[in-house]
Structure formats: C-alpha cells, structure tokens
C-alpha cells in the first residue's frame, strides 16, 4: 500500500497556469487598510488570514492550512465542490447526500463557513462564486466556535470579489452523462472614481448519472456589491441565490457481517456484487433546494493600529420533496426502499459579528491583536411525513419507513413502482411531523500574536462561548423538549519560529474544540446535565516557502484526543456517563513546487490512526466509523509550453473504510482505490479551449459514511470553452 501511496508523488491532476489576474483570490494588505483585490498570490498566506482572523502569513501561522487556489478552480470545469477537495492533501469523501460530508483527520465536517463567517445551507455552492478553498486543519473551535466545525477541521470558501476593471467571462462545457454547464462572470465600475463595484457571478448546470435514473439540474447566481465611501470606509454587500433540483445520489446501508458471531454477510462493498449501473430510483423522485442568502461586511479604519469588521449573514435554505435511502436485507440479496417526504425542511442561519483588529507595539514587542463579538442564530424546521410508521428508524424526529423491497439481481416487478405519483397517493391521509429547533450562540474572543523576539511568533487565544438551546417544539403534540443551556471556555496556543528567515519555520501548536451535549433522560427519570464534549490538539510540524514560490512544502504530526464522550454505563447499560474518549493522530507532507517556467507540481500524503479508547464493548479499541481511510494520497503535474498549449495528469489514492466496524456486528468497509485524472487545453487572450477527464480508468469504487456506501461516478470527459471579453 505505502509503495502506491508514494507512487502518487509522480503522478499529478490538472491545473492550467495561465488563469487570468482578473480570476483572483484576495490579496492581503501588510498594514491596517481594508482588504484588496490584486492579481493572484500565495494562497496560503490568504489561508492563514481567515484561520487567524488578522493579517497573518503563512510561516507566522503555526496553525497548518491547505488551499485550493483559484487557478485551480477556475480553469479544471469544477461544478461541485467534491472534485475541488480532491486537491487537497488529508480530505476524502464520505456521505454523498444533498450536501456531501467530508473527513478531515479522522472526523467528518462539512463546507460550513464562507469568508471566515457561517454560510451553511443544504446544499453545496457552485464554484463558480469560490475564488479559493481552505480547508483549516484541527479543532478550531476558539476562533469559529462549535456550531458548524468539527475536531478535524473547518472547511472556508473564499468568495470572487468585485475589481478595479471591466470584463465578461463566458464559458460553456458538455460532457457524456448528457453533461451540461453555462457559467457567467461580470465585473463593472459603476463610476469613474471606481468608488463602486459590480460582479455578477452565475452557473447552470444540467447532468445525468452514469446509472439508469438520476438527474441534476443546478441554477446559481451571485451578485457582489462594493462601494468604498471614503479613504476610511468600505462596505460590501453580497448575496447567493441556488436553485437546485436533483434525485439523490444511492444511499445504501450493507447488512452487518456477523450474526451471533457468525460470518453471514460480506465484508466489503465489492463483495456484495451489486449492479453497477441499477440506480433502484426513479427521474420524478426529487429533492428541491433553494437557497437565499446575504451578506454584508463594513470595514472602518480607526487609526493607523486599528480597524473595525462588521458582518452580518443571513441564510435561508428551504428543500422539497421525496428523499431515499436503502439498506440491503436477505443476505445482501434485497434492498429495501425508504421514503422521507418533505414538505418542507427549512434551516436559517443568522450571524452579527464585530471584530477589532490591532496592529500596536507594547514597548519593543510587537502585538497583532484581535477582538471579536459574536451572535449566532439557527434555526432548523422541518415538516416530514414518512409511509409506513411501523418500520421506522428516527431521523430528525421523523420515521424513515419502507416504501417496499425489490430484489438485487434479476428483474423485478416492482423495480417501476416506485414514482412520485406513486408517493403521493400513499401520503394522502398522513399526518405529518411538523418540528421546530432554535439556538442561540453568544460569544466572545480574543487573539494575540506577540515579536518578542525576531522571527519568532507567539500566539495566544481564548474563547467564551454560551449556547441557549430553546429546545425542539413538535406543532402535532404540542410540546417543546430539549431546552438547556451551556457556557464553555475555549483555549488556543501557538508558537512558530522562522529558522530561515521568510523560509523556513517550525511550527507547533495546542488548539482545543468543542461540542455542546444536550442533558440525557435516565431510565430511573433522572435528567443528565452533561459537560461539552472536547478535542484537543497538540500539533507540530514544519513549513517551508521559497521567495518565488519555487518550492513550497509543510510537514506535520498531530494528535487529538477528545473526551466527555457520552455512553452507556459498563456496569448499568441502561444508565448513561460521560467518560467515552477517543484519539486521532497522524502525520501530513504536502508539497508544491514551480521548478522552472510552465511546469508545476503537488504531491500530498495522508495517514491517519485513529481508535476509541473509552466506550462499550462492542467498539472499544476499534477504529471508529466516519473517520476515513487511514491512509490518502494526492497528486498533479502540469506543464504550459509558452505557446499555451497545457498538459496535465494526476490523481487520488484512498484507503480501505470502514462503514461497520463493531465487535458483535463485524466489519464492513469501501476497498481502497485509485482514480486518474487529464487535462489538455489550449490559452490565448480571448479564449481558453479544454478538454478534462476524470476517473480516466472507468474504476468501480465506493465510498461512504453515515452508515450508508455510493457507487463513485465513472469516467466524465468535459470539452469547455470560457470567453474572455
């Protein structure tokens, strides 16, 4: 296995290098002025930015970040989310849902967080808005709180911005799978002065899957607003508007292996002999999303030292329609049908948050400060009706029931069945479950990056975080459980020292998460008020960057622990405690290099150990589900001739799974797997003609999380055309 994860470090996917400046991530300032556009530059010093919420390069951040830059995005024909973080050293995909799960260092974590705020919704954004993509390694819980991250990271999308010019850039792609995508791209002063700046960012997308059913149709739109009021203060205003319609990708949860101890069901997705190409769904069997959201930042220089960041978000995600999942039965040789309908499910996201951001010396030590205030509002309804409430799993406080069960192999009489009209009539009659859930976040906290020395950087930062949980009202029995609240300190420490001047540092850092864990209901009546639940992370590793970016590299070990896990009490299975505990450590090398004019290279490996130290009996001493594949491996090449004339080849390698992994149920898991991918195009001023491929090699894989695998999408060749204008 080591001898093909190294063998990656030869291998390589595409990037174009000649993107255009105008396509560009955010430069950052070296003093206190707001932040500007201007042409492409390190990527991870952008990364290090949002990660320290102050003006903070990479090698004085000891916090370790990946990023995809906007060479990259712009020029690969991305249209999810999912293909961009294939770039990035240590991410693997995990639950393919609405809006995909991914695992970073043993934990799963979603795309959350949209220039450094909260910007969730229920589906994943088009990249056609996204400048660049972070992902910010380990628990980030001081500077992000506990919300929307998780103990392996927080994953921040860095949005295109409005620019000093003028242009349109169109671009038009197809592809097989009936693939089909049309993007805009329009920037415009709205006076001569510059002082106010327009950018309108849109996509279509239409695609089939590889399967017999299942659909696609993705419609985004983003407008970008920037006026600079004076020398002093800027406003920004934006917003996204998605409208999505699609058939869920297969969720299909495997029957456990072991039954009484016995070995009766396969072990690995490949063993289980599916057809490939069955989706067990139908094209009317839809979900619909639609998502509105807002944004607005005002930036107002105070002084020389000290400036202030106001931003408000407002989010608002509301789905539609019939949602599936399947599980096999019958000795793998059955797969029963579910059915949730949604009617709808609604999730509200608003945010105020103020920041202070200092540039001051204390004597001779130089302190780049931060102080912030934060109020977090999210509110998730859903009304949800199920078919059949005597086979019913909970999800969400709805049932998740059986529509009906249709053989694996071989034809099926029902196969057809199933339909949205089909749907519909069964539900005439039904009561649905109609809940609420609202929270409140109140935080505030507090950064320091201290010289006290040359080349060496201090980081010292806290978090004071009050969750008030209103609870869950259920309309049909009127009633509203779940309420409590919890108040929860959060520490972060850090200490980077430059060997090499502006090359290279070492980095080392402690970096704590957290949970909030609603109180448990007892058998005897009781009621447990319990602690949050913690990891922390001691990090250190080292980083390296050449002045030219001719080599940049990063190496790092890590280990998190977390604690205050609630389960079952060894000596009362019906009681509840709080001493489950669990670690997750590994090392990561990522490495970029621009050895000479045209040819640019990434390498990156992953791995990971990870195992629950305190729990039950049937999982103690195991690696846990959701946390992976223990080893990962990433990799592209790409060469320019000066002509414009692009070449580019790579891939990704991703271990073993485990979906089950249980003493008394046995182990499942996804085989690991290797995908190919290429790129050939052709730049000049006006135009930039390509032709991409991904999984190359037409591979049969699968990947999973949630309890649940999903065939991966075979061979997708894309010609595009993008516009310059």
Known sequence: MKKVVFSLLFLGSFSFSNAQEKDSTILKTTDLNEVIIHGLNNSTDVSSEFTSRIPLKNLENPQITHAVNSKLILNRNYFVQYNMLSNVTGVSPSWAGVSPYYTVRGFRTRSNFRNGILGYVASDIDPVNIAQLDVIKGPSGTLFGS????????????????????????????????????????????????????????????????????????????????????????????????????????????????????????????????????????????????????????????SNQWKSETNFMTSNSESYGNYQTMALINNNTSIIRRIINYAPESIINQ?????????????????????????????????????????????????????????????????????????????????????????????????????????????????????????????????????????????????????????????????????????VSQVDGTV????????????????????????????????????????????????????????????????????????????????????????????????????????MGNAYVSYTLPKGLSFGLGGNYYGKDYIINSKSAGQFYTEDYFLLNGTVSYTQKGYVLALSGDNLLDKHYYYGGRGFITPGTLRQIILSLKLNF
Do not use: C
């Not at 302190?367 to 999800?395: E, H, P």
């Not at 034809?411 to 009659?429: A, F, P, T």
């Not at 509203?480 to 090499?500: E, V």
């Not at 250190?540 to 998190?560: P, Q, R």
């Open 147 to 302: 919300s929307m991250t998780v103990f392996g990271g927080v994953i921040n999308r860095v949005t295109v911005k409005p620019q000093n010019d003028t242009f349109t850039n169109l671009t038009f792609a197809g592809g097989n799978n009936n693939f089909q995508r049309a993007t805009v791209d329009i920037n415009t002063k709205l006076d001569e002065q510059a002082k106010g700046l327009l950018r309108i960012t849109g996509a279509y997308t239409n695609k089939e899957s590889f399967q017999d059913q299942g659909t696609y149709q993705n419609l985004f739109l983003a407008p970008s607003f920037t006026y600079k009021v004076n020398d002093k203060l800027t406003i920004e205003a934006e917003a996204e508007i998605l409208r999505r319609v699609s058939t869920n990708n297969t969720l299909l949860t495997p029957s456990n292996p072991l039954r009484s101890g016995v070995l009766v069901n396969a072990e690995s997705a490949n063993a289980l002999n599916l057809d490939y190409f069955k989706s067990y769904t139908d094209n009317s069997v839809l979900f619909k999303t639609t998502a509105i959201n807002f944004y607005a930042k005002v930036n107002y220089k105070i």
């Open 351 to 519: 945010q105020i948050q103020q920041n202070f951001i200092g540039d001051v010396n204390i004597g001779n030590v130089r302190n780049r400060v931060l102080i912030g205030f934060d109020f977090y509002r999210y509110s998730y309804g859903v009304t949800a009706n199920g078919l059949d409430g005597s086979r019913a799993n909970a999800a969400n406080g709805v049932v998740r029931p059986v529509f009906d069960t249709v053989a694996v192999a071989g034809k099926n009489v029902n196969y057809g069945l199933l339909n949205e009209s089909e749907i519909s009539s069964r539900l005439l009659g039904r009561v649905p479950t109609i809940t609420k859930s609202i929270l409140n976040t109140y935080s505030l906290y507090v950064s320091d990056v201290i010289n006290p020395v040359k080349n060496l950087s201090l980081m010292l930062s806290a978090r004071l975080d009050v969750l008030d949980n209103l609870g869950t009202y259920n309309k049909t029995q009127e009633s509203t459980t779940g309420k409590f609240s919890q108040t929860t300190f959060s520490p972060k420490l850090g200490l980077t020292y430059q060997i090499i001047p502006e090359q290279l540092a070492f980095v080392s850092s402690y970096m704590n998460g957290f949970q909030n864990v609603a109180p």
């Open 528 to 631: 447990s008020n319990f602690k949050p639940q913690f990891g922390n992370q001691f990090e250190a590793g080292f980083k390296y960057s050449n002045v030219n970016h001719v080599l940049d590299a990063s190496i790092s070990y890590y280990n998190i622990l977390v604690s205050n896990t609630v389960r079952a009490n060894p000596a009362n299975v019906t009681m509840f405690i709080q001493d489950g505990k669990q670690y997750s450590s590994g090392v990561e090398v990522d490495v970029q290099s621009r050895p000479f004019t045209g040819l640019y290279i990434h390498t990156g490996v992953a791995y990971n150990n990870s195992q629950i130290t305190a729990s039950d009996v049937n999982t103690e001493g195991l690696r846990p589900i959701n946390s992976g594949p223990a080893w």
